[in-house]
C-alpha cells in the first residue's frame, strides 16, 4: 500500500546519474575532457575531477569523478604540463579482475 499524500507534500524526484561518466569493463572510452582539478588533501570522496565535453565521438556536458588512487597518481604525472582550459582528447581503458579495478591509460592528446 503506498503512502498516502497529503495536501502540502512535496514529491521528491527520482535520481538521475546521467551527468556523471561510466566506464565499461573492457572497453576503451574516448572522451575530451576540460577544465580538471586534482583535490590537495582528499579526507574521503573524489581525488580528482573533470568536464566531459565529448564523449565516444557525441557532443556533451557531463562530469568525470577520479575514485581509483592509482589512476588519480598516474593523471597528475601525465597532466602536469598541460593546460586544464583546453580540450585534452584521452583514450581509457576500465580492467576488473577479481573484485580488482584498474585503470589503463592509452593515449593522451592535446
Not at 54 to 70: A, C, L, P, Q, S
Amino acid at each position: 500500500m503506498p503512502a498516502p499524500k497529503w495536501k502540502y507534500q512535496i514529491i521528491p524526484k527520482k535520481g538521475n546519474y546521467d551527468h556523471i561518466i561510466s566506464f565499461d569493463n573492457d572497453k576503451e572510452k574516448h572522451m575530451k575532457i576540460k577544465r580538471w582539478e586534482f583535490k590537495k588533501n582528499p579526507v574521503s570522496g573524489t581525488l580528482a575531477r573533470a568536464d566531459v565535453v565529448e564523449e565516444d565521438g557525441k557532443k556533451t556536458d557531463k562530469i568525470w569523478n577520479v575514485w581509483n588512487f592509482e589512476l588519480a597518481q598516474e593523471l597528475k604525472k601525465k597532466f602536469k604540463s598541460k593546460d586544464s582550459k583546453k580540450e585534452l582528447e584521452i583514450i581509457i581503458i576500465r580492467r576488473e579482475k577479481d573484485m580488482e579495478e584498474s585503470f589503463e591509460i592509452k593515449e593522451i592528446k592535446q
